[in-house]
């Protein structure tokens, strides 16, 4: 923050900033009374749009940019120029916390495929279930049964083969007929 008194010579901040001698408008001299007058009603200006906290940071940092871009020995209003860079700041710092405010995760197009509304997906869903119900009644009895043991009811090969007096084999072969046939069904609905 600059302090001191105008009088046509630069203020003493200690720091040598200031270059000493007749106040030209685009010197910093000039710079450093424009700031010790519009101070004030910036930071007020910030306040009552960011709080009390943020203001002086923001209020620094609209003058640093306009003393960097070395506007204010070129602008006819320097006073509107400094209210614009203090708009666009509050602007930027809106956009900088919404950014914050929004996580962005990496789309995964096998996990996070658009989703089909729900009625649409359970009327596919039964007539799925359709199509199973009417190819396992379409399987002959036995075939039909040993699946149904297998899938249903978990039984192992060895475990259905004992019940039903068949070899392991034999049951691997109804099985493997009745999944034949529910691919079939599950080919047309995919």
């Known amino acids: 923050m600059v302090t001191g008194t105008c009088d046509g010579h630069a203020p003493d901040t200690g720091a040598g900033e200031f270059e000493s001698g007749p106040v030209s408008p685009g010197s910093t001299a000039a710079f450093a009374a424009f700031y010790r ?7 007020h200006y910030f306040r009552r749009k ?22 204010y020995g070129r602008v006819e ?3 509107a120029y400094l209210m614009r860079t203090a708009h666009n700041l509050l602007i930027e710092r809106a956009r900088t916390w ?14 996070d495929a658009a989703v089909l509304p729900d009625q649409e997906r359970q009327f596919e869903a039964m007539e799925l279930r359709r199509a199973f119900r009417k190819a396992l009644l379409a399987m002959p009895p036995r075939t039909r049964r ?27 072969k109804h099985i ?4 034949k046939r529910c691919r079939k069904v599950a080919a047309r609905f995919a």
């Open 77 to 79: 209003q320097p006073q």
């Open 37 to 43: 007058e519009e101070q004030a009603r910036l930071f």
């Open 146 to 172: 040993i699946f149904l043991m297998h899938r249903l009811r978990g039984l192992t090969y060895a475990q259905i083969a004992d019940q039903l007096g068949l070899g392991i084999k034999a049951v691997e």
């Open 176 to 179: 493997g007929r009745a999944l």
């Open 98 to 111: 919404h950014r914050k405010q929004c996580t962005l995760c990496p789309l995964d197009e096998a996990c």
């Open 50 to 71: 960011v709080g009390r906290e943020a203001a002086p940071d923001l209020v620094q940092e609209a003058f640093t940019r306009m003393f960097r871009s070395g506007a």
